[in-house]
């Protein structure tokens, strides 16, 4: 055997070793990574929903809550960020308990068409939070069907468990139905 024929089999050699150490090694790893992958994309989107809930601070969930007003989301989706048991008060006006029963209050006045509400944006000015509580200095931008106005609000909101627990609204009713007219 001549010294080409011995390099060429330990090069072989070599490369089949360092091949199968590969795939002992770093190729398990690969595998398992994309099964991982594979098995998390699998994930529903109400658990992903409820896990980054549950990470989000009180403030986070406030600002994303605020955010959804904005894009227009339906009731029962911004339902979706209270407590079973939540309160939602506009202080001049009696309290709604129940996620179910903000689902209705909030459909109940937006609502397409004369003389209702097409949709509300909130604009934070101001933000702050102590603990679960979240305090928002808002305009809230109402949208008629031949107009829209601005209303200055104070809110404040309680979290608990990335869901919010209370949630009251302060404002002049005087100068929203004036408004509304």
Not at 161 to 169: L, P
Request: net charge negative; hydrophobic share 45%; with cysteine.
């Amino acid at each position: 055997m001549d010294d080409k024929d011995l390099d060429s089999r330990t090069e072989m050699s070599h490369s089949r070793s360092r091949r199968e150490f590969l795939y002992a090694v770093g190729g398990a790893g690969i595998v398992s990574a994309a099964g991982l992958a594979l098995m998390g994309a699998q994930r529903n989107a109400t658990k992903i929903d409820h896990r980054r809930s549950q990470m989000e601070s009180p403030i986070e969930v406030v600002r994303r809550f605020c955010a959804a007003w904005s894009d227009n989301i339906g009731a029962a989706e911004l339902a979706a960020f209270f407590t079973d048991d939540a309160v939602y008060h506009n202080i001049p006006l009696a309290p709604v308990t129940g996620r179910e029963a903000i689902a209705n209050n909030i459909a109940s006045f937006i609502r397409p068409g004369a003389p209702g509400i097409e949709g509300i944006q909130f604009r934070v000015i101001n933000i702050a939070a102590n603990g679960p509580v979240v305090m928002t200095e808002r305009v809230d931008v109402f949208k008629l069907p031949d107009k829209s106005f601005e209303l200055p609000v104070m809110g404040t909101f309680e979290v608990s468990d990335g869901k919010i627990r209370a949630w009251r609204d302060y404002f002049d009713m005087n100068q929203f139905t004036s408004r509304m007219g």
